[in-house]
């Protein structure tokens, strides 16, 4: 039994899809290992512009700065393309994690076996891959100050700073080492301290964190572009990644498709944590809403019911719940069940959305 609220925002498209079948997997939870949410529903993006105006209501707003975990499907689509840029659905969810402050977002690279032959690398290369990517999300040169494009003489110039405070840099590292702790307990720091004085700087603060607060757990440095060939060379040295901004958007991106489909993948982002000690967080696909396969039955719940996974396991403290459940996915990957983005050459026939949530609650099932 927990007292923990979760606050659904389906969104567009595939998003409401694939959240009914999270929803079975709550329910499974409830009935057969008494762990109860109180589960409340919102709209966002689009379907939130169409009810209220906005894509995101203040009062949604509220009701998900107190939730212990907000599970977002996904915002967007054609019919909201030639909205103004203020209203567009993808600005709910721009403000969610402004006003949440969500600084560290968990990207998780995980390959199942059953799905190996998926990535462009060897299958041996990534063959029960599971790292995470801690990307400083919310200051760095994306944010900072000066920037622009300024005229100097006959030349235009652009210009953007990267820019981080200590407590940005130690806060963030935090997050991973704190991770670290319920994973593999190694944490790998990338920067280019070699060319880059914020690098300097965020190396120095990561050191000063772990000595102070985490020196049980191993910690190493790499510079980012070293990172990313190790990342394609051999991935699986690495448990916890953590980095900043722009490095964590690119080497995020370049790992998750180290393991195959958008329909796979999951990710969270965590703030500071609240009076409860419970990190601010929302947890999301990292796919959009695929306006191309949306109410067609084809979409994969799989990234979907893995992000609440992690937020068993990060807002929860239900580390073995959440392991349950990607065993669960391990499983009906390896009895063969696909949905279509999951079909290979071999011209296997795909199941549908709601056939791939109930093949994982009968996995739950038999996991009992
Ligand atoms: P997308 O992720 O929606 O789709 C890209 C491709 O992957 C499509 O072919 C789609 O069918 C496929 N795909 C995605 N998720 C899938 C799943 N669960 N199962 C099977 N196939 C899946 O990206 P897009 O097409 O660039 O964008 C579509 C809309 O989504 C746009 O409006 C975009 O702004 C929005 N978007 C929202 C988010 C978000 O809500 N976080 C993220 C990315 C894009």
Redesign the pocket.
């Known amino acids: 039994m927990t007292n923990s609220s979760i606050l659904i925002l389906a ?5 409401p899809e ?1 959240m009914t079948e999270v929803h079975k997997v709550i329910d499974w939870m409830s009935s057969a290992r008494g762990i109860t949410f109180d589960v409340s529903e919102d709209l966002v ?1 689009g379907a939130a512009y169409d009810a209220h105006g906005t894509p995101l209501h203040d009062d949604t707003m509220e009701r998900a700065q107190s939730a212990d975990a907000v599970l ?7 019919k ?2 030639d909205l103004d840029f203020s209203v ?3 600005r709910g ?1 721009l403000r969610l994690r402004k006003e949440m402050d969500l600084y560290a977002n968990l990207r998780p690279a995980q390959c199942f076996d059953a799905l190996a032959d998926f990535s462009s690398l060897k299958k041996d290369v990534v063959a029960g891959l599971d790292i995470m990517i801690v990307r400083e999300l919310t200051s760095g040169i994306y944010f900072g100050e000066p920037r622009g494009i300024i005229t100097e003489g006959n030349e235009r110039i652009g210009i953007n700073t990267q820019r981080y405070t200590e407590s940005e840099i130690a806060r963030v590292a935090r997050s991973a080492f704190e991770l670290a702790r319920k994973r593999g307990n190694k944490v790998c720091s990338m920067e280019k301290a070699n060319v880059m004085e914020s690098g300097v700087l965020w190396r120095q603060v990561v050191n000063e964190v772990h000595a102070a607060e985490y020196s049980d757990v191993e910690l190493s440095h790499m510079y980012a572009d070293a990172g990313a060939m190790q990342l394609c060379r051999w991935p699986k040295q690495f448990d916890v990644i953590v980095t900043d901004n722009l490095f964590g958007d690119l080497l995020s991106d370049a790992a998750a498709m180290l393991t195959g ?3 796979m993948l999951p990710s969270a982002s965590l703030g500071a944590p609240m009076a409860n000690g419970r990190p601010k967080a929302l947890y ?10 949306a109410g067609q039955g ?7 019911i893995l992000s609440f996974a992690m937020a068993l396991r990060y807002s929860f403290d239900l580390g073995d719940e959440a392991d349950r459940v990607e065993a669960a996915v391990e499983k009906v990957l390896a009895d063969g069940l696909r ?3 999951l079909i290979g050459a071999e011209g296997q026939s795909p199941i549908s ?1 709601a056939e791939m949530g109930e093949a994982i609650v009968a996995a739950l099932d038999a996991s009992l």
């Open positions: 969104g567009d498209g595939i998003g694939v993006g977002l499907g996904a915002v967007g689509g054609p909201y393309d567009k659905p993808e969810l489909s958008l329909g999301e696909p990292v796919h959009g809403s695929a306006p191309d396969i084809k979409a994969n719940p799989i990234a979907c949905t279509a983005d959305t």
